[in-house]
């Protein structure tokens, strides 16, 4: 199958993209920075997904997974609007097969930067929208949202033993997701299923149950 996914250079949108290539599918990659990944079977296109005038064409996409965001950075155009033109633009057609938004623990608790909240919010929202409009297709729309995961872009708060003591206390299993664990839940919403469709999958340790927001001070 075809795989398109946003945000392919790091993190969790790269261990999804490095799951789908295990798995034999053909992936292509957008992201606003230069490729990271080394397969036949992947084809990378360097682009900002906000741009949706530079989106470049590709037809026939059996699976969408977008996961390209920021986090207090545009948080609006980057995690809601242009996820918005990305879906638009490639899941309405024939092929499609799944969708999946990568949402955020944060939009069913509110417990973090406001305008991440708000732009993961409107992805669990947009994600219903669509689950409806992709049903004549026999396809599927689902958002997965995470709690914390152990990528770069959290090592801040990884690598601060008194932050961290504080987050394992708010977190029920006492760890956080590896990428590759999320990979593997993408797999199975987007491959493995058929009948979930409408729903926003918390995956976070058990820590909206506590959801206090703790963040290293500027």
């Not at 084809?43 to 997904?49: A, G, K």
């Not at 991440?116 to 949202?145: E, W």
Request: with cysteine; proline share 3%; charged share 25%.
């Amino acid at each position: 199958m075809k795989i398109l996914i946003t945000g392919t250079t790091q993190g969790i949108g790269k261990a999804i993209a490095e799951k789908f290539l295990k798995e034999n599918h053909d992936v292509v990659g957008i992201d606003r920075q230069k490729k990271s990944i080394d397969n036949k079977k992947y084809t990378h296109y360097e682009c900002d997904v906000r741009n949706k005038d530079m989106l470049p064409d590709i037809e026939d996409v059996d699976i969408l997974i977008n996961n390209a965001g920021t986090q207090n950075e545009n948080d609006i155009d980057t995690n809601l609007k242009a996820l918005i033109f990305i879906t638009e633009k490639y899941a309405f057609q024939e092929k499609i097969k799944s969708v999946l938004n990568i949402g955020s623990a944060s939009a069913h608790t509110g417990a973090e930067f406001p305008e991440y909240c708000a732009s993961k919010g409107g992805v669990l929202a947009y994600t219903k929208n669509v689950a409806i409009r992709i049903a004549p297709y026999g396809a599927t729309c689902n958002s997965l949202d995470p709690g914390g995961v152990l990528t770069e872009l959290n090592e801040c708060v990884i690598n601060d033993k008194e932050l961290w003591a504080k987050i394992m206390d708010e977190t029920p299993l006492k760890k956080w997701a590896t990428p590759e664990e999320i990979a593997e839940w993408a797999y199975f919403l987007t491959v493995t299923n058929t009948f979930c469709t409408g729903q926003n999958i918390l995956v976070d340790g058990g820590e909206a149950i506590n959801y206090h927001f703790i963040w290293k001070d500027e």
